[in-house]
């Protein structure tokens, strides 16, 4: 990354998320999400997410990760998150707070939009946007289960890396 790069991001609130074909660099947005961001944070700090399957990949909509159990009903043992709605809207790359029926139950998991996803707007919490790397996103086996599904090799909160 060059230091122009640096300069016009803040390595606090900013992901770098390893997939199998690359870097993902997500910006985190705890000015619309304060409480669902501190949570991935805390979260990826401890090494929650590593290795965890995308568990939920559906072609032309998202592809979805953060359940330890790789099952789509698992979560952290922390207790889940009320819904911090926004007006920031769920194109493609941006990132929400998956969670149940129940608005108020966002936990772990999370999904990154592969297109236009606007019918979300105002249902999910959006907490992030993928800055650069889409196209390892755009990689990402499909299935609900995939057959083979693709892992999060590591993911980090910038800060915390020394290149």
């Known amino acids: 990354m060059t230091s122009s790069a640096n300069a ?16 993902v660099t997500i910006k985190m947005m705890p000015d619309i999400a304060p409480k669902h961001v501190e949570r991935i944070k805390k979260l990826t700090r401890d090494g929650f ?45 941006t990132i929400g707070a998956a969670r149940t029926q129940d608005p108020d139950s966002a936990n772990s998991q999370w999904f990154i939009c592969f297109d236009d996803c606007s019918f979300l707007n105002s249902q999910y919490t959006v907490w992030g946007q993928v800055t ?27 800060a915390d890396v020394k290149e």
């Open 8 to 23: 016009e991001t803040d390595p606090e609130n900013t992901l770098y998320l390893d997939l199998k074909d690359g870097r």
């Open 49 to 93: 997410y590593d290795g965890i399957v995308f568990h939920r990949v559906i072609e032309g909509f998202m592809a979805q990760t953060g359940d330890p159990t790789g099952t789509g009903t698992g979560g952290s043992d922390m207790p889940d998150l009320e819904a911090e709605f926004n007006d920031y809207n769920f194109g493609r790359g």
């Open 132 to 158: 650069n790397g889409m196209e390892h996103v755009d990689d990402i086996e499909r299935g609900e289960p995939p057959a083979n599904p693709d892992k999060i090799v590591r993911l980090q909160v910038a």
